[in-house]
């Protein structure tokens, strides 16, 4: 795991990243509005740690991770990974830069081509990216099955032929081919039975340590996530809600739609959990393609206020580490801060470090 002791440097950047998906209509196809998949996001990943991105289904969690890696084309806003800017980057660039950042798809089924054996899965980013000859590539190749725990034997088989625990390991031998530097972990375990999860989150956790690996890990399993990350931030309709330490989050959220979230996880403490009090949300999400004025969560917040209806809250840090998204925590902090000099308070800097 992430040592906060060592001195940290930031492999992934993010800023002010937007991913919108037009909507058009008619049959001329012309743009009639925009889906805001990813609406102004920033944050900071630090090397060696992981940060897990929870969140409903459909908030935008996989569509911020494959933007962050090219996947997507972003409509707008910076990301650097390992110091280079790569949201504008052209083709040239971007393959480049394609050993540094991997990703483990969330459906292992569906992210292997059926029609190739583990030996050429698994081979695949060595034919496309080094120039090694066939006996090094296929040295490489049964080391990296042993790395994930497979058997040597099993090269020639086919995806079919494996469990889906076993097809999530061929994906991450895979993702390791090139050594990379970050990987961004899309729910890698929503399609395993619960009993092969543990095992996959372990392997994932073992790899960090022996390779130095940073992690962004996507999950709607807020159980799992506090068990592998450093940080955690939460996300709602697009944008993030609250950043902060794993522990300080989980035993004292501030956001009430973090609250929320997590006053759904079961206890595993009969006591505990005899006592839990539920935070019912009333109404849906709101469409992604027309989002409330103001807070994304005003429609659905316990605690809105009139400001939250006409004014969106400003994601600023309002403790050591922590940053959130709310008017309740803003006019706290500006309260606190009125003896502070004007350049103190400034808060809207993308620019902030996270976690420090």
Same mark, same amino acid.
């Given at each position: 795991m992430f040592d906060t002791a060592a001195p940290r440097k930031r492999l992934v950047e993010v800023r002010n990243l937007k991913m919108y998906f037009p909507i058009t209509s008619g049959i001329f196809r012309r743009k009639v509005g925009? +889906?805001?998949?990813?609406?102004?996001?920033?944050?900071? %990943?630090?090397?060696?740690?992981?940060?897990?991105l929870v969140g409903e289904s459909g908030c935008g969690k996989s569509t911020c991770g494959r933007a962050i890696l090219r996947l997507y084309e972003p409509t707008s806003g910076s990301i650097k990974v390992d110091g280079r800017e790569i949201a504008q980057a052209g083709f040239?660039?971007? @393959?480049?830069? !394609? #050993?540094?950042?991997?990703?483990?798809?969330?459906?292992?089924?569906?992210?292997?081509?059926?029609?190739?054996?583990?030996?050429?899965? %698994?081979?695949? *980013?060595?034919? /496309?990216?080094?120039k090694l000859s066939k006996a090094e590539k296929l040295g490489r190749i049964y080391d990296l099955m042993d790395a994930v725990g497979l058997n040597r034997n099993f090269a020639n088989r086919y995806p079919h032929e494996f469990s889906g625990g076993q097809r999530q390991r061929i994906g991450i031998a895979r993702a390791l081919a090139l050594h990379p530097k970050f990987i961004v =972990?899309?729910?890698?375990i929503a399609a395993l039975d619960v009993s092969i999860q543990a095992q996959v989150v372990n392997l994932l956790e073992e790899l960090q340590d022996r390779l130095g690996l940073t992690y962004l890990f996507i999950s709607h399993d807020l159980s799992m996530v $506090?068990?592998?990350?450093? $940080?955690?931030?939460?996300?709602?309709?697009?944008?993030?809600?609250?950043?902060?330490? @794993?522990?300080?989050l989980y035993t004292k959220p501030l956001h009430p739609y973090t609250q929320a979230l997590l006053s759904a996880v079961p206890e595993p403490d009969p006591q505990?959990?005899?006592? @839990? @009090?539920? %935070? %019912?949300?009333?109404?849906?999400? *709101?469409? &992604?393609?027309? *989002?409330?004025?103001?807070?994304?969560?005003?429609? $659905? =917040?316990?605690?809105?206020? #009139? +400001?939250? $209806?006409?004014?969106?809250?400003?994601? !600023?840090? +309002? /403790? &050591?580490?922590?940053?959130?998204?709310?008017?309740?925590?803003?006019?706290?902090?500006?309260?606190?801060?009125?003896? /502070?000099? *004007?350049?103190?308070k400034s808060t809207k800097d993308p620019r902030i470090q996270q976690g420090e």
């Open positions: 925009d +889906v805001k998949a990813v609406d102004n996001v920033s944050f900071d %990943i630090y090397e060696g740690e992981t940060l897990g040239d660039s971007i @393959r480049a830069m !394609r #050993p540094t950042m991997q990703m483990v798809f969330q459906d292992p089924q569906a992210s292997l081509n059926p029609r190739m054996t583990v030996a050429a899965i %698994i081979g695949e *980013p060595l034919d /496309e990216h080094t =972990c899309d729910e890698p $506090r068990h592998i990350a450093d $940080r955690v931030a939460v996300m709602y309709l697009g944008q993030i809600a609250e950043l902060a330490k @794993r522990d300080e505990h959990e005899a006592t @839990r @009090r539920r %935070i %019912i949300l009333k109404g849906d999400v *709101p469409s &992604p393609a027309n *989002p409330p004025l103001g807070c994304n969560f005003c429609t $659905r =917040c316990p605690k809105v206020m #009139p +400001v939250c $209806r006409e004014v969106e809250p400003e994601f !600023r840090e +309002v /403790e &050591p580490g922590r940053f959130v998204a709310c008017h309740l925590h803003s006019e706290q902090q500006e309260t606190a801060g009125q003896t /502070e000099a *004007p350049e103190a």
